[in-house]
T-cell receptor, first 114, second 113 residues
Framework: KAGVTQTPRYLIKTRGQQVTLSCSPI?????VSWYQQTPGQGLQFLFE???????NKGNFPGRFSGRQFSNSRSEMNVSTLELGDSALYLC?????????????FGEGSRLTVL | DQQVKQNSPSLSVQEGRISILNCDYT??????FLWYKKYPAEGPTFLIS?????DKNEDGRFTVFLNKSAKHLSLHIVPSQPGDSAVYFC????????????FGPGTSLSVIP
């Protein structure tokens, strides 16, 4: 079955702009999580959506937001971009019913803020 | 406050030898521990996991050891192969499906032919 698809793969924005990233999970998966990866920081948890509801939220400012649609596709939005938002944004899906933590990641969206 | 720590940013190992990647955690409520592998320009992929009721889990060349009293786990790769060169992330989560997965900063493994 098809994996997790993230679009766009690469994008360049300038400070102050906003950006929307999209994630299509594996068919049948109802949980979508978003992570920010920067050098030396590993994967920082942004938020998780399950059946259109935000189930968990990380320690990011309110400029970072997300949503999930009825077909489980998810979007995340970053407003008023700052240079420090340059990172790889990873989306991961899971079935949602198991506690073990196995996530299936997309290839990520590489955001560069100039 | 980083709940999952990987104190070695990088590791180099000769092909055929053992690779040992270490991970420490601070939250005693974690119930599941996982290792993910990431190649450049790809998303992380799940490698192996262990629940807190076990102290060892093995899958082929990969073995994870858990020492709950020390809040420490390690991933052993035997024998190491050049294709194992990647960034390895340690991760942990609580015992319900609602708990988020928390990742460490990663260790970059280079296996030298």
């Amino acid at each position: 079955k098809a994996g997790v698809t993230q679009t766009p793969r690469y994008l360049i924005k300038t400070r102050g702009q906003q950006v929307t990233l999209s994630c299509s999970p594996i068919s049948g998966h109802r949980s979508v999580s978003w992570y920010q990866q920067t050098p030396g920081q590993g994967l920082q948890f942004l938020f998780e959506y399950f059946s259109e509801t935000q189930r968990n939220k990380g320690n990011f400012p309110g400029r970072f937001s997300g949503r999930q649609f009825s077909n489980s596709r998810s979007e995340m939005n970053v407003s008023t971009l700052e240079l420090g938002d340059s990172a790889l944004y990873l989306c991961a899906s899971a079935g949602g019913g198991t506690p073990t933590g196995e996530l299936f990641f997309g290839e990520g969206s590489r955001l560069t803020v100039l | 406050d980083q709940q999952v720590k990987q104190n070695s940013p990088s590791l180099s190992v000769q092909e055929g030898r053992i690779s040992i990647l270490n991970c420490d955690y601070t939250n005693s409520m974690f119930d599941y521990f996982l290792w993910y592998k990431k190649y450049p320009a790809e998303g992380p992929t799940f490698l192996i996991s262990i629940s807190s009721i076990k102290d060892k889990n093995e899958d082929g060349r990969f073995t994870v050891f858990l020492n709950k009293s020390a809040k420490h786990l390690s991933l052993h790769i035997v024998p190491s192969q050049p294709g194992d060169s990647a960034v390895y992330f340690c991760a942990a989560k609580g015992g319900t499906s609602y708990d988020k997965v928390i990742f460490g900063p990663g260790t970059s493994l280079s296996v030298i032919p």
